[in-house]
């Protein structure tokens, strides 16, 4: 068969030769055969299929990275890399439609508590922490409350996690006893700070006991929305209409790697570094991330540290998550789980069921 000019090619796969020549930059599509004296790319007709997959694939928004990876696999498990990617971009856009719903009440001066739950939503709850199988001490902390849950991974070079993750759960309890009068995130954010000076009160008064830090994953409810805040790789997942969203974003090397394309997930997961924490509340005043989310009932929060996170996969977690109706036998089954693989670390769940029910 006669190769094709790139112009020829541009034409029949409807790809600009600007793209075509990207596309060859990237390794995505290289051409069949370039001209050694003018620099000229031609390409084998047979290249169209893949040529089309990508324009496909750009067209649907999907990163370089990302097609990448599905241009190295088979059909059927490119086809469900393909589903994935959607349903993630899925997943953002629900949340970004809720942020816009609340912005648009929020700018109109409308209560949206008000307005659109005639009946207050209340949560049902319950946190445990283990030890797990393999470490003395329990670094971990959860806690769980009717307006707060939260849990945090504590780490320490000669010990004291334990009291770095107690001591910025602490700080936040009192969100839990006192409904914030202003804004939700202020609110927390606040807290946080808060944290974040205990931590570093705790490292000044205890200077035997260096890298004092912790993680912290916390939700705080008021009426139907909820704030998110989020430091270090402690997680928080949503089970909504059956589906399950992991809706943190790590903060590790590792997960930084993925982002820029440098790993594959399965190679995180294994990665001798895969710990190895970029953000922490250390005392110094790090930023976390804090988002607002529109509760809904019928959700299903769990909040937990890698020592779940890391053994126990996710189809297990949306099994027990979507099975097991009592929150309490919930955190049990799921600590049990994390020991079943091994328990090598420290476990901390928190889990939260957003209800309609009226107080009684
Ligand atoms: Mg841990």
């Not at 770095?164 to 995130?185: C, N, W």
């Not at 992991?246 to 997960?255: E, F, G, S």
């Not at 440098?262 to 922490?280: F, V, Y």
Request: net charge negative; charged share 25%.
């Amino acid at each position: 068969m006669e190769l094709l000019t790139i112009g020829a090619f541009a034409r029949a796969s409807r790809l600009s030769p600007k793209a075509l020549r990207l596309y060859d930059e990237l390794e995505l599509l290289r051409p069949a055969q370039v001209d050694p004296a003018s620099g000229y790319r031609f390409y084998h007709p047979e290249q169209l299929e893949r040529a089309r997959l990508v324009a496909w694939l750009r067209r649907l928004g999907m990163p370089l990275v990302r097609i990448r990876r599905v241009l190295e696999l088979e059909p059927d498990l490119a086809a469900d890399e393909v589903a994935g990617y959607w349903a993630q971009v899925m997943a953002e856009t629900a949340a970004r439609q809720d942020l816009a719903a609340f912005l648009v009440d929020h700018l109109k001066g409308r209560d949206t508590t008000m307005n659109s739950t005639p009946t207050a939503l209340r949560i049902r709850y319950a946190a445990r922490s283990d030890a797990g199988l393999v470490r003395a001490r329990n670094d971990d902390t959860a806690y769980a409350g009717t307006r707060l849950v939260a849990v945090a991974d504590g780490m320490g070079a000669q010990g004291g996690g334990d009291r770095a993750s107690a001591a910025a759960i602490e700080a936040l309890k009192q969100l839990d006893h006192q409904p914030p009068a202003g804004d939700l995130l202020n609110a927390l954010e606040e807290a946080v700070a808060r944290a974040d000076a205990s931590v570093a009160g705790l490292a000044r008064s205890e200077p035997e006991l260096p890298g004092l830090g912790t993680t912290l994953t916390a939700m705080l409810w008021s009426g139907s929305q909820l704030a998110l805040v989020h430091i270090g790789d402690s997680r928080a997942y949503l089970l909504r209409d059956g589906e399950l969203f992991q809706i943190t974003h790590d903060h590790t090397l590792v997960q930084s790697m993925v982002d820029e394309g440098r790993l594959t997930l399965d190679e995180a997961a294994s990665h001798p570094q895969r710990a190895l924490l970029i953000r922490a509340l250390t005392g110094g005043g790090t930023r976390p991330d804090l988002s607002l989310h529109t509760a809904r009932a019928g959700d299903r929060y769990l909040l937990c540290s890698d020592g779940l996170s890391a053994v126990v996969p996710g189809d297990r977690l949306h099994t027990v998550l979507s099975t097991v109706a009592d929150p309490e036998q919930v955190v049990q089954q799921l600590v049990e789980l994390a020991n079943r693989n091994g328990g090598p670390d420290n476990i901390a769940c928190a889990l939260a069921d957003v209800t309609a029910e009226s107080p009684s």
